[in-house]
């Protein structure tokens, strides 16, 4: 793994000394399994300028490659477009360039750069660091891989005579791969794929097209389940106990005022940041214009099954509280959850009282999923079951909560 990550380094230096820009699409050539069924040293990327993460096949997977062994196609083709020798003078000159950029469309031959991969850029295919040619199934593997490396963490990353330092940092490490690949596979909610085609180039798709509306689907599913779930993030006491700090101070190194693990913090840091891509000004404008830009006889993913999908997942206890054998070691309702559903409030909050820098439809639908929100949340407490402590607060604090906000007096600058 050492030598083939130095290889792909030293390729992809050489290739800026050459000319070459970044070019962050490259990793969409091939799906994981077709990278795995490559001949050995074919290359896996179209281009080694793109930022590639190594690749660890989830358990039961093919391995393949760790990194990229041999420049790809977008390298030679744009290799070939800038040291060519030409001949025809200079009118002969452009009619070769033309003919060889004319190839752009060609499978391999996409290009994104460090301006078109910005928080703010639509395409969901252009990261950094991001690996494959689907997102889902690049967060799929990772969600895999973390799972099987969590387990006997402490064990494996540290010998005797050491301290736990390195548990921490490989429990960071294994928490970001996580919320990484999530966080890309959210970029096609909402996500509009950018084509730089001219008109008149073979096969050339338009310069704009929506995500797939079942992909969106698709991505909501899996966010349910691995961010908007505690379940990936149930992790033993024991790991929880050896997540030490190191204990090594000097100029440069970082503090932990703290000194323990803030587990909660930690873990709803991800969630947040999701949700915050999400509730994006960007994100909701961009949903909100995809609803023109797909015909009308078409399937769209709209603003308003996002904000019902995200609250059913996020809420989804309001509907099977059962009894149970309740107490505050065991809630109705976890900890992570509990987090996770104020803050997601909180949010809805905000752009329901026109708080946020988002359309109008996004603030009404906002309003009426509080609404529909409320009258859950009477319903369940109004179940005979009897419930925790922290669960019962939990509920009536957010019954009120969406309470004020509905009742809040809009003051205006104008009708």
Known sequence: MIMEGLKEVAMHEVGHTLGLRHNFVASKMYSLEEMAELPEGEPTLASVMDYAPPHIAAPGKKQGHFFTQSIGKYDVWAITYGYKPLSG????????????????????????????????????????????????????????????????????????????????????????????????????????????????????????????????????KLLSEQVFSDEPFQFSPELYNKLAPSHWNHWGTSYSVRGDFPIHDTIAQWQSTILSRLFSSITLERMHDAELKVAADQDAFTTAEMFESLTNAIFSELDSLEEGDYSNRNPAISSLRRNLQRDYLKRLSTLAMGNAYAPQDCQTIAYAQLIDLQEKLADALEQEVELDAYTKAHLLESSRRIEKVLDAELTLSRP
């Not at 004319?102 to 969901?124: I, K, Q």
């Not at 970001?176 to 970029?187: E, I």
């Not at 096969?203 to 698709?218: G, I, L, S, T, Y």
């Open 89 to 220: 003078g200079t009118d002969g000159e452009k009619k070769e360039l033309a003919k060889i950029a004319s190839r752009s469309t060609e499978h391999g031959l996409a290009f994104s750069t460090d301006e078109d991969t910005t928080s703010m850029s639509p395409d969901p295919d252009s990261n950094r660091f991001d690996f494959g040619k689907d997102a889902l199934e690049f967060a799929n593997n990772q969600a895999a891989v973390v799972k099987q490396a969590m387990d006997g963490l402490a064990d494996r990353v540290v010998e005797d005579g050491e301290d736990y330092s390195r548990v921490r940092q490989a429990f960071n490490s294994l928490l970001n791969t996580h919320g990484q690949a999530m966080y890309f596979a959210s970029r096609y909610i909402g996500g509009v794929h950018v084509n730089r085609s001219h008109k008149g180039q073979d096969n050339a798709p338009a310069p704009f097209e929506v995500v797939d509306v079942e992909k969106q689907r698709e991505v909501m």
